[in-house]
């Protein structure tokens, strides 16, 4: 197949963990034979040097046109002034909406060799496999706010629609996988979440009745991430609980530099990112891990492409180099450790055994 990517280095270490995603998905089309052609656009504090603005109209233009959007990182001590009215993560909050991207997907999987990063204990980690799709262009986040003298509030709001889209999502991406769904909300207290219990309950009874689904309110799942996350498959819920609970869940790995993440809407391409920010401590030292975003692009693979086997492919090839012990800096534990080309030298080492 031909696809176009529309890469969005950002700063920091961002330029250098998404050349070596280029150069893994370059291998993959080289290896299952596909046409895939880049290119790069700025973002974040990179546009606002360039422009005085986070996100130009040059870069949402190629990101609409484009088959999937890569990005590194954006934001740094440069930029941080707070006085400032431009400022990095406006770039990133404007290609969201310019993309219309309302589902984040959030997968938190636990390399058994790394389980010593983590802060539970190894029998919990066993299995870990969990897919999170968290709602984000609606709920508290986007409600009405005000202050009042003494007070302040802001309005929880969503409709039936905004919550179905996203349910049915989560659900048929349970299909793939191990068949269960589960919703998280606070129905026993808040009326909104009383919609996505009701939605979601009648969407599954009458359009996925295979599913192994249930419903768990947020503070007890706060309690069961730590206390039994392999019982997960793909979990769904509102922005606020979502981001908690993804923030949560990502401790659970203990590798910051190993976590991808993805943005997607309806139709159009999505949008792949490492969780990991752009890591000014160390960005220009060559140590960053590129496994997060190598990662992202095998997600970009699945829900953009629908190159499942290609994505399968990676994701092992990425498995593979974590179980020969290859370790960048950040998850090296003090030990022995290579640096970003190194360690993306490997994976396509790896790629390339596993598809000859
Ligand atoms: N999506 C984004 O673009 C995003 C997300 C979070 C933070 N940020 C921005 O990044 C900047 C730094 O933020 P921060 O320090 O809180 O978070 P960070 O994720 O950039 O870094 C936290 C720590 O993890 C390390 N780290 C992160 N990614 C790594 C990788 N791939 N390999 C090795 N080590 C890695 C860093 O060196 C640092 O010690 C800030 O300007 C922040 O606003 C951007």
Redesign the pocket.
């Given at each position: 197949m031909n696809a176009h990517f529309v890469t969005l280095p950002?700063d920091?270490?961002g330029p250098e963990?998404i050349a070596q995603a280029i150069r893994v998905l370059e291998a993959v089309a080289d290896r299952f034979d596909h046409t895939f052609s880049f290119e790069e656009e700025l973002i974040?504090g990179a546009a606002i040097d360039a422009h005085g603005a986070a996100l130009g109209l040059e870069t949402v233009e190629a990101a609409l046109a484009s088959d999937a959007v890569l990005l590194g990182?954006?934001?740094?001590p440069r930029w941080?002034d707070p006085n400032s009215r431009v400022r990095?993560?406006q770039g990133?909050l404007g290609i969201r909406e310019a993309m219309r991207l309302f589902a984040n997907l959030r997968p938190i999987t636990v390399f058994p060799q790394l389980a010593d990063a983590s802060p539970l204990r190894p029998e919990i980690l066993r299995g870990v496999d969990i897919l999170f799709f968290r709602e984000l262009t609606g709920g508290i986040y986007f409600g009405e706010s005000g202050v009042g003298e003494g007070s302040a509030y802001q309005v929880m709001s969503y409709t039936e629609g905004e919550v179905a889209r996203i349910v049915r999502m989560a659900a048929d991406s349970a299909r793939t996988r191990r068949g269960k769904l589960t919703m998280v909300d606070k129905a026993n207290v808040l009326e909104p979440s009383r919609l996505w219990r009701r939605v979601t309950t009648e969407l599954i009874a009458a359009e996925y009745e295979d599913l192994d689904f249930e419903v768990v309110l947020v503070d007890a799942m706060a309690m069961y991430l730590l206390s039994r996350p392999a019982d997960y498959d793909v979990v769904v819920t509102a922005n606020l609980f979502g981001d908690i609970l993804t923030d949560e869940a990502s401790m659970i790995t203990g590798s910051?530099?190993m976590l991808p993440s993805a943005s997607v809407g309806l139709d159009g391409p999505g949008l792949y990112?490492?969780v990991?920010?752009?890591?000014?401590?160390?960005a220009g030292a060559g140590?960053?891990?590129?496994l997060?975003t190598i990662l992202a692009a095998a997600m970009a693979l699945r829900h953009s492409l629908n190159l499942e086997q290609e994505a399968a492919a990676v994701e092992a090839a990425v498995a593979s180099v974590i179980a020969s012990g290859l370790r960048?800096?950040?998850i090296a534990a003090g030990g022995e450790s290579v640096g970003t080309t190194a360690m993306a030298d490997a994976v396509l080492a790896a790629l390339s055994a596993s598809t000859e």
């Open positions: 950002g920091g270490i963990v974040g990182a954006v934001g740094g941080d990095p993560e990133l910051l530099g990112e490492p990991h920010g752009s890591a000014p401590d160390i140590v960053a891990n590129p997060a960048t800096p950040d």
